[in-house]
């Protein structure tokens, strides 16, 4: 055991609060709950107006402080996905973007393409293992670059695909991510 959890541990068992009752059907938990709902008062409640502005004011706040802890989506990332969005139009677009959001990932770190390809497609297929996908990234990772047709494959419906299907279609579209960041980058 860690220092830590000996510490929290600890803590745990020196508490001199009132355990939460874990039955709420024990007659002492009911008293334990009137006890807590007596702490709080609807005394000062505020009019609707208040309200309505207080909240607002929060959900402005707290839309700020999301925007600072996510990436800005440049304008490089938003044609992405709406190139990705337009050519492969039968994907759903969560697994779209989530290929982008690891593709952009993948392409800072100084690995192979077989590797970047399987680390953008990894998450959104569990059940698959890393060797397995390795197999299905060698034709794109070892292929010459700029022989793929991506339209014959983007305008499959994704629910009709089997899973093996699913698992090169979404290597195809890591491709074609990895490739557009690619140029993208090439021409800045």
Avoid at 18 to 45: K, M, R, V
Avoid at 71 to 100: H, T
Avoid at 158 to 176: D, G, K, M, N
Wanted: aromatic share 10%.
């Amino acid at each position: 055991m860690s220092q830590a959890q000996g510490e929290l541990l600890e803590a745990l068992w020196q508490t001199e609060d009132d355990c939460y009752p874990w039955n709420p059907a024990e007659p002492e938990a009911q008293d334990y709950l009137a006890d807590l709902e007596a702490g709080f008062s609807l005394d000062a409640c505020q009019t609707e107006a208040e309200i309505t502005s207080g909240s607002q004011t929060l959900f402005n706040r707290l839309h700020q402080c999301w925007t600072s802890l996510t990436p800005s989506d440049s304008s490089g990332s938003a044609s992405l996905k709406r190139s990705l969005a337009e050519r492969f139009s039968g994907v759903p677009s969560s697994w779209l973007d989530a290929i982008a959001n690891q593709a952009q990932q993948a392409l800072s770190m100084d690995i192979s393409l077989a590797d970047q390809l399987v680390l953008c497609v990894r998450p959104l297929l569990p059940n698959w293992t890393e060797d397995d996908l390795f197999v299905f990234a060698r034709p794109w990772a070892y292929a010459m670059r700029g022989n793929q047709d991506f339209g014959a494959i983007g305008s499959v419906e994704w629910s009709e695909l089997s899973p093996i299907e699913q698992v090169r279609l979404s290597l195809a579209i890591a491709h074609y991510t990895l490739t557009q960041l690619e140029e993208a980058s090439e021409d800045n």
